[in-house]
């Protein structure tokens, strides 16, 4: 492919991916699968790989979700909410186990979680108390649903301790939830969401909470944006720290010695995956010492230390009878 061939094909690629980003992260109604979506943005990734100068700061492999709605008050984010990168096998997540070792000079231990299919909202707290509810956004910029988060019942309007902080997280709609919706939808002859992700998020991004409130949401919390003068050492401890705080986080993650292990974990959870009230898309892994992820950094879109597994292609062709089979 010579240099005109491959600028027209990257255009036609980012307007795409342009398209499909916005009926996904702004009128949370996808009309392609995710799969479809991660191998097109494969493509457009591959291709500028072999044209660099053809890149622009504006491609969809250069940006973070979607922007924010207008309707919504708009939340800097002090530090950015990224975006994963991916890995669909196990020779990409040893690739990335290769990557993350030649980076730092000790051995690498690493926490794999569930990837939680949800909406990633900040929740900040001030000297203990909740102040202010956040989405991503395209990364910078959020929108401020704090009225709508204060409907989740897990998430504590006060900490057990007085600590100022941002902690950071997945909204999602439990299985049963989600399939309640839909058959209110459909009898009232409203059209129903593609699934739980979506309705989670178009719950979430509502100007009257009292909608929010009937949706049923919950919340894992699995990281930390801001905390100043933490003395903790590695994302495990933080984990075990937001517990004790009141920060409801997911009990299956682990903390695991070598890439085998992760390996381990991730087969396991690829057939287990359905016996969750809940849907996962893949399984997070992160570099356990913060330390390391200091050395080892960020990308323009996406942390060094850390990668998401997303679960094959098949497995998402039956997504929904999935959920029909496993509540
Ligand atoms: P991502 O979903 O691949 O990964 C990042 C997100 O994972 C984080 O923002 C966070 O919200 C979430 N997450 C869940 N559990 C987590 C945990 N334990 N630790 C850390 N993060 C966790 O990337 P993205 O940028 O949010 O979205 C891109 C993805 O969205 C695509 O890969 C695709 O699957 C989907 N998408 C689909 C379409 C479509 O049209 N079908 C369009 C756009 C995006």
């Not at 979680?113 to 991503?136: C, H, M, N, Q, W």
């Not at 704090?146 to 909204?171: D, F, M, Q, W």
Request: aromatic letters at 8%.
């Amino acid at each position: 492919m010579n240099e005109a061939e491959a600028k027209q094909k990257l255009e036609s690629l980012r307007e795409q991916l342009d398209r499909y980003n916005y009926e996904y992260h702004v009128e949370d109604k996808p009309s392609v699968s995710d799969y479809e979506y991660d191998m097109k943005m494969r493509e457009l990734i591959e291709l500028e790989g072999k044209f660099p100068e053809l890149i622009t700061p504006d491609s969809p492999s250069q940006r973070v979700g979607g922007p924010p709605l207008d309707a919504f008050v708009k939340v800097q984010h002090n530090v950015p909410m990224l975006s994963l990168g991916n890995a669909f096998n196990e020779e990409e997540l040893r690739d990335f186990d290769r990557r993350a070792r030649g980076g730092v000079e000790e051995d690498i231990e690493y926490v794999c979680e569930l990837k939680i299919d949800g909406l990633a909202v900040s929740l900040t707290y001030e000297e203990g108390l909740f102040v202010r509810g956040a989405t991503r956004g395209d990364g910078t910029t959020g929108e401020d649903i704090t009225k709508n988060l204060r409907t989740i019942r897990n998430i504590p309007l006060r900490l057990k301790e007085n600590h100022s902080l941002e902690v950071r997280g997945e909204a999602y709609m439990p299985k049963k939830s989600f399939l309640a919706l839909n058959e209110e939808k459909e009898a009232n002859g409203d059209e129903p969401f593609a699934n739980p992700r979506n309705a989670a998020a178009g719950s979430l991004r509502q100007l009257d909470p009292k909608i929010a409130a009937k949706r049923n949401l919950d919340i894992f919390l699995y990281g930390v944006g801001e905390w100043e003068d933490s003395p903790l050492e590695s994302h495990s401890e933080r984990l075990e720290k937001l517990e004790e705080l009141g920060l409801k986080t997911n009990p299956e993650w682990k903390k695991c010695k070598d890439i085998e292990e992760v390996i381990d974990y991730v087969n396991g959870w690829v057939e287990h995956r359905m016996n969750l009230d809940y849907e996962i898309d893949g399984i997070v892994i992160k570099v356990d010492r913060l330390d390391q992820q200091d050395v080892l950094g960020f990308t323009a879109k996406s942390p060094r230390w850390a990668i998401a597994y997303k679960f094959p292609a098949e497995e998402a062709i039956t997504h929904l009878k999935d959920i029909e089979l496993s509540v």
